[in-house]
């Protein structure tokens, strides 16, 4: 199996600065993309970054700026680094994965975390 692990959210007055990581574990042969979502209770989930190796990242607009994303290969772990942070950027946090559990395929399935709570205050 595998498994999606969030860590590092909080409470932060705007202005401030968290550092969210992500690390997937079990069986893993390849990770493709891997990304952050964020959902407020009752409204959609929605984009906020992601990254594939090798490759730009893609920001949301509401985002852009401020937040970074970042992974490391060797430990299967990826980072969103958000800073200047606004009251509105408060939301359950959700990393996410494509991932392929034999290194001799490319057919990737997608996993989630169970989300990390971001708190910022006014």
């Known amino acids: 199996q595998v498994r999606l692990v969030e860590s590092g959210g909080g409470l932060v007055q705007a202005g401030g600065s968290l550092r969210l990581s992500c690390a997937a574990s079990g069986r893993i042969g390849r990770i493709n993309r891997m990304g952050w979502y964020r959902q407020v209770t009752g409204k959609e989930r929605e984009f906020v970054a992601s990254?594939?190796?090798?490759?730009?990242?893609n920001y949301g607009d509401s985002v852009k700026g401020r937040f970074t994303i970042s992974r490391d290969n060797a430990k299967n772990t990826v980072y969103l680094q958000m800073n200047s942070l606004k009251p509105e950027d408060t939301a359950v946090y959700y990393c996410?994965?494509?991932?392929?559990?034999?290194?001799?395929?490319?057919?990737?399935?997608?996993?989630w975390g169970q989300g990390t709570q971001v708190t910022v205050s006014s």
């Open positions: 996410n994965a494509y991932i392929s559990t034999s290194t001799s395929s490319y057919y990737y399935t997608n996993y």
């Open positions: 990254i594939i190796s090798g490759s730009s990242p």
